[in-house]
């Protein structure tokens, strides 16, 4: 805050969501830092954990442009395949019960978003297919092996945004 005026949102967000006290959930929270701690990121991107929250992040996408969103996405492919959906794709999943294990998954965040007239132009969600979903900490064998390809799809899509959005910053 500044002279009593919020100072407006990173035009970039990366959000990761999860539980990381239901073992594979937490695969975006997990993606998140790695992602984060690769650095070398331009300053206009914010990074967030989201958690559990759901659509209570609905003011978090709010003033974006871009949003990257990191986390465990059950699409019925095999645990640990890495997804990488736009907005396009991510549409033709709406209405399913539930992808993920926390209140409030990213495909609700999105449609409801959508609906307010907080969609940021550019959406893109990386999430790995989970093992398990259930009381542990720590991620499945499987899981755990996608995570490089995951974060060197993370990093493509960051690496997008930005370049979409450096010069106007």
Known sequence: M??????PASPVLVLGVGNSLLSDDGAGLVLL???????????????????TQ???????????????????VELGARPGSVHVLGMDQLRRFQGRASTTAHEGNALQLLATAEFT???PEWVRLVGVEPESIRTGIGL?????AALPEALERAREALDAASRAYIGDA
């Open 140 to 144: 499945s064998p499987s899981v755990e």
């Open 33 to 51: 830092e790695q992602l984060r701690a690769a650095g070398g990121w331009p300053e206009f991107v914010e990074w967030v954990d989201g958690g």
């Open 117 to 119: 007239g907080d969609l």
């Open 54 to 72: 759901g659509i209570a992040l609905l003011g978090v996408l709010s003033g974006r442009r871009a949003v990257l969103i990191l986390d465990a």
């Open 2 to 7: 500044t002279d009593g005026l919020l100072e």
